[in-house]
């Protein structure tokens, strides 16, 4: 590789293809064209050899007109609606962000001394004013990083990080218990790939996946994919959703999703960071890959079956 492509491999690592924007967001290429063109909702990297690519930012984007055009706003008037939309969550994010900031430092403050009491009362107050899919996006998954970049720069300990992980986990688990028996809508086997162990964010899926209505059956992390058959047959499951971070723990099974979705009569969805970065190889392989854009993924699941 030349010096010239090894500049350009790294300006363009983690930037998607206009065909899987067009997957991720469920807007055919010529509309995602013309939106470009016709009212400059998108600006796209251009290599040298000028095609272009898209970023997460740009997915998120999409995914937030569609939802508009959804309540029946025209296209033409899509981008005047974002800045409306826009400028007034600028105008809240400052102190919703000095909020989630004190709740933070909170929290990290009872890690750090192993508080559970104290844990418990700030998740709690902060349940008894945001909906939980807020509280883990702005509280739970925020401190989890932090643990992690204080692990990794001598901060803190693993002991933290898995104190923490065992304390959402718990929580979590609970309530989706609680969760099931209220809901009677189709059920979903959901469970994470071969090598993945973290489970947390399978656990946050399922529980949004309940708010919709969905009956959810949760099978964990490090998943055998040659399991799901039996799975599936015996519980009477009407779709299997899977989910994967890391690059080489897809790679590891990509041939097993061929095997299993030719043996499943259900569909199977493919979410997290492979989802993106494999989105080719999973929809070949018969799947269909839905992001890590949490409420279009059970649009998508909820339109297909």
Same mark, same amino acid.
């Given at each position: 590789?030349?010096?010239?492509?090894?500049?350009?491999?790294?300006?363009?690592?983690?930037?998607?293809?206009?065909?899987?924007?067009?997957?991720?967001?469920?807007?055919?290429?010529?509309?995602?064209?013309?939106?470009?063109?016709?009212?400059?909702?998108?600006?796209?990297?251009?290599?040298?050899?000028?095609?272009?690519?898209?970023?997460?930012?740009?997915?998120?984007?999409?995914?937030?007109?569609?939802?508009?055009?959804?309540?029946?706003?025209? &296209?033409? #008037?899509?981008?005047?609606?974002?800045?409306?939309?826009?400028?007034?969550?600028?105008?809240?994010?400052?102190?919703?962000?000095?909020?989630? #900031?004190?709740?933070?430092?909170? *929290?990290?403050?009872?890690? &750090?001394?192993?508080?559970?009491?104290?844990?418990?009362?700030?998740?709690?107050?902060?349940?008894?004013?945001?909906?939980?899919?807020?509280?883990?996006?702005?509280?739970?998954?925020? *401190?989890?990083?932090?643990?992690?970049?204080?692990?990794?720069?001598?901060?803190?300990?693993?002991?933290?990080?898995?104190?923490?992980?065992?304390?959402?986990?718990?929580?979590?688990?609970?309530?989706?218990?609680?969760?099931?028996?209220?809901?009677?809508?189709?059920?979903?086997?959901?469970?994470? &790939?071969?090598?993945?162990?973290?489970?947390?964010?399978?656990?946050?899926?399922?529980?949004?996946?309940?708010?919709?209505?969905?009956?959810?059956?949760?099978?964990?992390?490090?998943?055998?994919?040659?399991?799901?058959?039996?799975?599936?047959?015996?519980?009477?499951?009407?779709?299997?959703?899977?989910?994967?971070?890391?690059?080489?723990?897809?790679?590891?099974?990509?041939?097993?999703?061929?095997?299993?979705?030719?043996?499943?009569?259900?569909?199977?969805?493919?979410?997290?960071?492979?989802?993106?970065?494999?989105?080719?190889?999973? *929809?070949?392989?018969?799947?269909?890959?839905?992001?890590?854009?949490?409420?279009?993924?059970?649009?998508?699941?909820?339109?297909?079956?």
């Amino acid at each position: 590789m030349s010096k010239q492509q090894s500049n350009e491999h790294d300006e363009t690592a983690g930037l998607l293809p206009i065909r899987v924007l067009a997957n991720l967001t469920g807007v055919n290429i010529g509309t995602l064209r013309a939106w470009e063109r016709r009212y400059g909702l998108l600006t796209p990297h251009r290599t040298a050899s000028g095609h272009r690519l898209y970023s997460q930012d740009d997915v998120n984007l999409i995914n937030e007109v569609v939802g508009i055009l959804d309540q029946g706003v025209p &296209i033409s #008037r899509a981008e005047a609606v974002l800045q409306q939309r826009h400028a007034q969550q600028d105008s809240e994010t400052e102190q919703a962000q000095d909020i989630w #900031r004190r709740y933070r430092q909170s *929290t990290i403050t009872a890690i &750090i001394r192993f508080d559970e009491v104290a844990i418990d009362n700030i998740y709690n107050e902060a349940l008894s004013l945001y909906a939980v899919d807020v509280v883990m996006q702005r509280l739970v998954v925020p *401190t989890l990083q932090e643990l992690g970049r204080r692990w990794e720069e001598g901060e803190g300990s693993i002991a933290e990080e898995h104190y923490f992980t065992g304390y959402v986990r718990n929580r979590l688990a609970a309530r989706l218990h609680h969760g099931l028996k209220s809901i009677q809508g189709k059920q979903l086997v959901i469970a994470c &790939i071969p090598g993945e162990y973290h489970e947390l964010g399978i656990m946050m899926f399922a529980l949004s996946a309940q708010a919709q209505g969905f009956r959810t059956l949760l099978l964990g992390p490090n998943l055998p994919l040659d399991e799901l058959v039996a799975v599936v047959e015996r519980s009477n499951s009407e779709a299997v959703i899977l989910s994967g971070s890391f690059s080489d723990n897809y790679n590891k099974c990509r041939d097993e999703f061929t095997k299993l979705t030719n043996k499943l009569n259900v569909p199977v969805f493919v979410g997290g960071h492979i989802s993106i970065i494999h989105n080719d190889a999973i *929809t070949k392989a018969g799947a269909i890959a839905i992001g890590e854009d949490v409420p279009r993924a059970l649009r998508l699941i909820q339109e297909t079956l």
